[in-house]
């Protein structure tokens, strides 16, 4: 009798026991770092320095975005073989958050206490990374580099002073796309198919500010829900001649195939994240059979942005560049946009590592970014990262597409948040050429 | 010794009430040698045993299928949420938990109201329809519930009294993770108690009765829309009570967090542990923190690509559910009680035997089980089988 | 008014998707009174199949045939190898069951066929039709989904109303006792009852698919409108199916179109309970009598 009373509280004890016993070492010291990092060096040792990454491996976000961490691995690895940064050799954990926050936290949570990264190291999305930003900059952990396109990675560094945007924000490439159609489309009847989240609200709110009056309707679709028709139909019936579309690549094929079918041929014009021309052309050209055009010429005429070179541009020193390394290091497939990204902000990375020297702080890493201002990379216009300011790379061109290429429609433009003026890139950063090597020295 | 005996044996609220204090022992021994990582998980498994020890009322006692006990989280996640939307906050923690429990309340009132009358598969659909459509109204309603990005949370310090609390008893500071563990895992004892006490009282008999045989039931008197309506109601506060947990462990209540994955997630961790135990319920939400990352590592340190690694949870996730439904369809805790009653019988058998007294070879059904061991499986008709067609 | 038109297009055409993929779960609950959540994921890895042999050069026909015929197989093997074991069990076992086969499946098809998007060809042209100088969204392949959901409807409700095999299933299904007592081999005819279900689950998955993007997770918006479609109708009627499915793709397509997309699920919600409380057993429900 009195062993079966007591087997629920033994179930409980050892269950508890058990589970919270499997791997509780190692977790006590890392409560040094919790207090605003100051001289802390969690992460490095004398010859590795450890970082992570949340990505979405697994889910429905998965397809596209899983290959960015392929990307940057290939590119550490090709630094590591080299003999790493300063002696150290770069190990990159990357976790799965499937584009759920609460997986994000406890992911999270996982990297900073328990493999205890030195830094945070392209977190991708805005609802997943948003769920730990807090929780990074209070625990002193740089936070670079970001994956999303969202203002507030950069644009208040009091409250975040470790986190870093990376790609251009939507809103100054709403902004750079909004003043281009006002100058050269004066007179086009614009319609906007927008995700339903940051993304799409910070790229109408630069559109807004050069063509507000030119806009003749809103449509937004919620990620997720692959039936656009009822949307495009929308923006046919309220007679918009040139649709500015802020969606993630695959509902630039969707948006392609039901425009197809309503008999809808408006100039599209797609921001950098939906444009891939590789992959949605890849994706439009199996549907040749009287439907879209075979070849590459399936999103002829369609404009959008970049803000780095792309597959395309195969002449370009970067890209042959990402080619070597992901010949040398890459985990097999092909290369893509998305490993191109993973591999310039790895490189972004290393030159921060490489200018925060011998003696690596998590504050100095900080310190170093801040003065990235003349730093030279794959992107085509320099970062605005000063101690005010954490927004990154500072502008971006138009370009159409013809062929599954991109051709130049302006110079690189700049800009920043808010109403910045919109200027010419006097950098030339867009016609550098990477380092011999292919690796950044340290400054 | 022997009081506590007495306790034990005739007081059903005391031996909940003995249970939750060795259980709060053993968390507070837990939480004090655990690093703040553990504890962030500790209190992920709380939150999730919370809800599943809900579910388990819902579905274990009173026989109805909810694939949409994540939206009734979400409820509760948005409402602390919402209440903590700044660290100056003097709004106790309690009561936002308590706020958050009375608004997943209302809610599950309305949901069971309109449930109570399906069967089977057709509140199945309905909870599924739930599961996807709550997150919808946060996008909705995206100027006061924060759309896609959802709304953070501001965590108030620590109060004091439990700052000077954990210096008293251990001589160490208490950490944020620390504090937010204890918060989930006094949340679940109390929430375990007081479903353990309905669970074995006059409504956890209705409930019972209803799941059993519905003509029985009505013929004993019991009104069967208000026994499914208040078994609904309790899981639903459980689940808010979660809800608002989870938002205080992630910092964060955003839709993507309340997809269906977890509405499932928490169907998952009950059968697993075993349907109508609450330490089963216990039990499925630790395997459900604990085993994925862990699959992970493992893929990991055996080589795979992180891709291939994080594929591998998911993978083995599903296949420990087919096994346990094809294996052992009692779940952990019911399988090891009936070979515990098992081997009971066969050794009262065996002193039978001896005695020769044959009439008591059955095993004996002890009433002052946790929970009925008769469950779902050991009754052959449930509700809905004889009442779609 | 053209956009109305289009709306209500593109509703049936999706529409009659949710409804070939609602006739599988009528015909699994019909033979087996079992709800399959596996049943997407099924006919996610059929089409897979069915993409492969494309891939490899096959015409689209082929990889048709190939994924039905996989479809048909799949089935069997899931019934007597799993499904077999929760028959008769309380209907929380066979939930969890099916539920445990969505989670294995889509994993394996991740890791065997890639987590990416790629896009499966359709057999028809994928531009709308001109009426009276104006383009409708009723496209060659839309118009070939639609035949082929009808045509399906017309066999099953043939299957089940005049065949020798239709009435043993049914048999089956309603009292496996007295059927065994009068000669149906019970157990081969729930093997029959999945297979039959799962070719047309292949074929919802081949019509969703064509002309649109594919990966593991494509077919999951699916589960749920199909699922809520087949309880729409009330989970027995191959017509009741068809019926739930094309009301449900309708209302959304307009609710999509005129309310916005992030409304979509709580519209199907709101027109469930609507239907479920008028209706507790669905539209078209069996008068059923309480077994006491």
Known sequence: MK???????????????????????????????????????????????????????????????????????????????????????????????GYNPTNTSQVTNE?????????????????????????????????????????????????????????????????????????????????????????????????????????????????????????????????????????????????????????????????????DPQLVGSLLNRFSEGAVEGDNSSLNGVLTTEYIPGVDATDDPWVQLWQEVWDQEGEGGELTNYRIYGMSQAYAFVQALAAAGEDLTRDGLVEAVESFEDVTGPQLAPFRYSADS?????????????????????????????????????????????????????? | MNRLLDVWRHSVLGRHLLLAVIGLAVVVVVLEVVGDFRALQLAAMAYLGIAAGGLTVLTGINGQISLGHGALMAFGAYTTALLLDDPTGSMPISLVVLASTLVALAVGTAVGVA???????????????????????ALYFGEFLGGEQGLRVSLPDVPTWALDLEYLLTGTEMSRSQYVAYLGWITLIVTF????????????????????????????????????????????????????????????????????????????????????????????????????????????????????????????????????????????????????AERRARRQMAAAGKTDSPGTTHPQHDSNDENDPGTPQASGSTTSKGSTR | MQQLVNTALGGLTLGAVYAAFALALVLIFRSTRIVNFAQAPMAMVTTFIALTLIDAGYSYWVGFAAALLAGLVLGAVVERVFIRHVEGKPE???????????????????????????????????????????????????????????????????????????????????????????????????????????????????????????HPGYMDSVVVYGFVAAVLGGLESPVGAVVGGLTLGLSLSFVSGYLGSELVALAALLILMLVLTLKPGGLFAVASARRV
Not at chain 1, 170 to 179: A, L, R
Not at chain 1, 417 to 423: F, K, L, Q
Not at chain 2, 280 to 287: P, T
Not at chain 3, 155 to 175: E, H, I, K, Q
Request: charged share 15%; hydrophobic share 45%.
């Open chain 1, 111 to 275: 990297l900073v206490l328990q493999d205890e990264i030195f830094a945070m190291v392209g977190g991708l999305g805005t609802p997943t990374h948003s769920a730990v930003v807090d929780f990074l900059n209070s625990e002193g952990v740089p936070d670079l580099f970001v994956s999303s396109g969202s203002l507030q990675w950069g644009d208040d560094v009091e409250s975040k002073p470790y986190t870093f945007g990376w790609q251009p924000d939507y809103e100054i490439e709403g902004k750079i796309i909004g003043q281009y159609i006002a100058e050269n489309m004066p007179k086009a009847k614009v319609g906007l198919f927008l995700q339903d989240d940051d993304f799409g609200e910070d790229g109408e709110k630069g559109v807004r500010q050069y063509l507000d009056k030119q806009i003749v309707g809103v449509e937004r679709y919620t990620s997720g829900n692959t039936d656009v028709g009822p949307q495009v139909a929308g923006l046919q019936a309220k007679g918009a001649d040139l649709v500015i579309a802020f969606n993630t690549p695959a509902y630039t094929a969707l948006t392609q195939l039901t425009s197809l079918a309503l008999g809808y041929k408006p100039t599209w014009f797609y921001s950098n994240v939906g444009s």
């Open chain 2, 115 to 137: 449930a109570a009358r399906l069967h089977g598969p057709y509140l199945a659909g309905a909870t599924l329809a739930l599961a996807v459509a709550v997150p919808g109204i």
């Open chain 1, 3 to 97: 062993a079966r009373l007591l087997a629920p509280v033994a179930g409980l004890l050892t269950a508890t026991m058990i589970l919270a016993g499997c791997g509780a070492g190692g977790d006590r010291e890392s409560d040094s770092g919790g207090d605003g990092g100051g001289a802390s060096d969690v992460g490095v040792t004398e010859d590795t320095v450890t970082v992570g990454g949340h990505f979405p491996l697994t889910g429905v976000a998965a397809p596209g975005y899983s290959e960015i961490p392929t990307g940057a691995q290939a590119y550490f690895d090709y630094v590591n073989a080299a003999g790493g940064i300063n002696g150290r050799q770069i190990e990159y954990i990357v976790k799965d958050d």
């Open chain 3, 92 to 214: 929380i076992n066979a939930v969890i069951l099916t539920l445990g086969l969505f989670i294995t499946l889509h994993a394996l098809a991740a890791v065997i066929f890639g987590n990416r998007f790629r896009s499966f060809p359709a057999p028809f042209g994928l531009r709308g039709l001109e009426v009276g100088g104006t383009t409708i969204r009723l496209t060659t392949s839309g118009i070939f989904t639609i035949v082929a959901v009808a045509t399906v409807m017309v066999l099953l409700m043939l299957l089940f109303r005049f065949t020798d095999v239709g009435l043993r299933m049914r048999a089956s299904a309603y009292n496996p006792e007295v059927a065994r007592l009068l000669g149906v081999r019970v157990g081969r005819m729930l093997t029959l009852g999945w297979a039959l279900a799962a070719v047309v689950g292949s074929l919802s998955g081949l019509l969703i698919a064509s002309g649109g993007l594919v």
């Open chain 2, 193 to 340: 108690v007081l479903l353990a006490n309905l669970a074995r009282g006059r409504v956890g008999r209705r409930w019972r009765a209803v799941r059993d045989d519905e003509v029985s039931a009505e013929l004993a008197g019991i009104r069967l829309g208000r026994a499914r309506i208040s078994a609904f109601m309790v899981s639903a506060a459980a689940a808010g009570a979660a809800g608002s947990v989870l938002a205080i462990t992630a910092r964060l209540a955003a839709p993507s967090g309340f997809t269906l994955v977890l509405s499932l997630t928490l169907l998952t961790a009950v059968v697993l542990g075993g349907l109508g135990y609450l330490s089963g319920a216990l039990i499925g939400a630790g395997l459900l923190t604990f085993l994925p990352p862990f699959v992970t590592r493992i893929g990991g340190d055996a080589g795979l690509s992180d891709i291939r690694a994080a594929e591998l949870a998911p993978l083995v996730y599903g296949l420990v559910m087919v096994l346990v439904i094809l294996l052992a369809p009692a779940g952990l805790v019911g399988t090891t009680r009936m070979a515990m």
């Open chain 1, 390 to 443: 954490h927004m990154g790379i500072s502008g971006m061109r138009v370009v159409e597409l013809q062929n599954g290429k991109a051709e130049e429609l302006t110079p690189v433009l700049v800009s920043d948040i808010g109403d910045a003026p919109i200027e010419e890139d006097s950098s030339d950063q867009a016609s550098d050429a990477p380092p011999e090597g292919g690796i950044p020295d340290g400054s």
